[in-house]
């Protein structure tokens, strides 16, 4: 007798009776969601077969384990644990959004976020054939979206809300006394970039390196006592703050999101500094006409990634709109990619799903090219810096106190389905996700970090002769 059990299509009764009724011949059909499953798990574990040739990869499941690759003596050794098998269904039709989901979901476990994402980097090319027609429909289709729409003023907003009018409690849990949502520079005062895993972190390591990277910026763009900066992307009044109190510089300072401009006015006063700083809920492509030539500097650290590569002419036209005719400095810093992996139409991925919807990163020619044709030549490239090697520490220090400090009760008010334990649990998951993904997307050079500073024509440098 056939047994249903045993993934049979038909099942009989014992019953020793010649005749039986209609009930006692029943037709068990398949779970589709089953059979599904089992195509893509098939799938997965055959690509993986030809597409781990660096590292090594040992995958357990229900089913058994397996082993992709080869053990090296300090070599990437990776043990994933498949704990639901909707694991391999995201795989195959989201590749790595499809693990940044299952692992949110604790549909997987891994010995190290930081060695997987090693893995899936250092075998690349072999992993893009995970990739089905479904997905590289999709992938096209949010591309163009995001190319096209995503960047409208009125998305602009909505992403903001997304993205930054979270709980500022979160934010001072795991940033640094400045708040500073963005690369540090390290020097050997704090052990270099490296440091961290060297000697260990140190107090005060990442407020060090974050108020460097303020003053690095500021006087890359050659302020004075008396000079008028104008800021996009105000963050929590970081840089206006050190702008105004050390430099003496009054900063006008623009953001969408309404957490952020609160808190940022609440340390601005706290500092003394309402008077000489002001914080605009504004697009930036709304600046009224009396910015008009009133700016000595311009700066914008890491808010670009939020313009979109079709208004990068429109946004630095603005910026040579603002900016005095000479002797005046614009400094824009940004997460980029390399140019050979630069395009303006990116698809929804991890960061564009779950962290900054619609962003798009941009590249440092892309940058350069649009600030020549949207001044129309009115600036000269002064400086270009890849900060790339800095940003994994600040990632790991972000990281560590994240775990130290965030806790289920601290949040809850500002996140009321975080009472939920598994839902909490996702919370701090995607966030020790994000820390591991961008880390070790910029420790392999998958994603750059450029500042890019930018001169009036014929401003003069440095005394040199």
Request: aromatic share 10%; glycine share 6%; proline share 4%.
């Given at each position: 007798?056939?047994?249903?059990a045993?993934?049979s299509a ?20 398949p ?6 499953s089992s ?28 082993h992709?690759?080869t053990?090296?003596k300090g ?10 098998t ?5 795989i195959?039709?989201s ?14 476990e ?10 899936w980097?250092?075998n690349?090319?072999?992993m893009?054939?995970?990739?089905s ?10 591309g163009?979206?995001?190319a ?9 907003r909505?992403?903001?809300?997304a993205?930054?009018?979270q709980?500022?409690e ?9 708040m ?6 390290w ?5 270099g970039?490296?440091?961290?895993l ?8 990442l407020?060090?390196a974050?108020l460097?990277?303020i ?14 900066i104008l800021?996009f992307g105000?963050?929590?009044g ?10 003496g510089c ?15 006015e609440?340390?601005i006063?706290a ?15 709304e ?5 008009e ?5 311009f ?20 910026v040579?709109?603002?900016l005095?005719?000479s002797?005046?400095?614009?400094v ?6 390399p ?12 960061m564009?799903?779950?962290m900054?919807?619609?962003?798009c990163l ?5 940058l ?8 129309e ?17 600040t ?28 839902e909490f ?11 591991a993904y961008a880390g ?21 440098p440095a005394?040199?002769?």
């Amino acid at each position: 007798m056939l047994n249903a059990a045993n993934s049979s299509a038909l099942t009989f009764s014992s019953t020793p009776n010649f005749y039986r009724s209609p009930s006692s011949l029943s037709i068990v059909l398949p779970n589709p969601k089953t059979i599904i499953s089992s195509y893509a798990r098939s799938s997965v574990l055959a690509v993986m077969e030809k597409a781990i040739t660096r590292g090594h990869l040992t995958v357990a499941d229900s089913e058994g384990v397996h082993h992709f690759g080869t053990r090296s003596k300090g070599g990437n050794d990776v043990y994933l644990k498949v704990i639901n098998t909707d694991f391999w269904m995201r795989i195959l039709f989201s590749q790595d959004l499809g693990f940044s989901e299952a692992y949110m979901m604790g549909d997987v476990e891994v010995d190290s976020l930081k060695a997987v994402m090693d893995l899936w980097l250092d075998n690349e090319s072999g992993m893009d054939n995970l990739s089905s027609a479904v997905s590289r429909v999709t992938s096209a289709i949010s591309g163009l979206s995001n190319a096209f729409l995503g960047q409208t003023r009125s998305k602009a907003r909505l992403n903001a809300i997304a993205s930054y009018d979270q709980s500022n409690e979160l934010f001072k849990a795991f940033l640094s006394q400045e708040m500073m949502y963005s690369c540090a520079l390290w020097t050997e005062a704090e052990g270099g970039v490296r440091g961290d895993l060297i000697s260990g972190p140190t107090p005060g390591d990442l407020e060090a390196a974050q108020l460097r990277k303020i003053r690095h910026v500021l006087s890359a763009a050659k302020v004075k006592p008396g000079d008028r900066i104008l800021e996009f992307g105000s963050g929590w009044g970081g840089m206006a703050i050190e702008a105004a109190r050390t430099f003496g510089c009054e900063v006008d300072t623009l953001t969408l999101s309404k957490e952020q401009k609160a808190l940022a006015e609440e340390r601005i006063k706290a500092a003394g500094l309402q008077d000489v700083i002001r914080v605009h809920l504004m697009d930036y492509r709304e600046i009224p006409p009396s910015f008009e030539k009133a700016f000595d500097a311009f700066i914008s650290i890491e808010m670009l990634e939020h313009v979109g590569s079709k208004h990068y002419h429109d946004y630095f036209k603005l910026v040579d709109f603002a900016l005095k005719s000479s002797n005046a400095t614009a400094v824009v810093s940004a997460s980029s990619f390399p140019e050979s992996r630069y395009s303006g139409y990116q698809p929804e991925d991890f960061m564009r799903k779950y962290m900054w919807p619609n962003s798009c990163l941009p590249s440092a020619t892309a940058l350069i090219t649009a600030a020549n044709t949207g001044s129309e030549g009115r600036f000269t490239l002064e400086g270009v810096e890849n900060h790339a090697a800095h940003y994994p520490r600040t990632l790991r220090e972000w990281g560590r106190r994240l775990d130290a400090n965030v806790r289920q009760d601290l949040i809850v008010k500002d996140y009321p389905s975080l009472k939920d334990n598994a839902e909490f649990d996702a919370f701090r998951r995607k966030w020790q996700y994000l820390f591991a993904y961008a880390g070790a997307g910029f420790a392999k050079g998958y994603i750059t970090c450029h500042m890019i500073t930018f001169t009036r024509p014929n401003d003069c440098p440095a005394t040199c002769d």
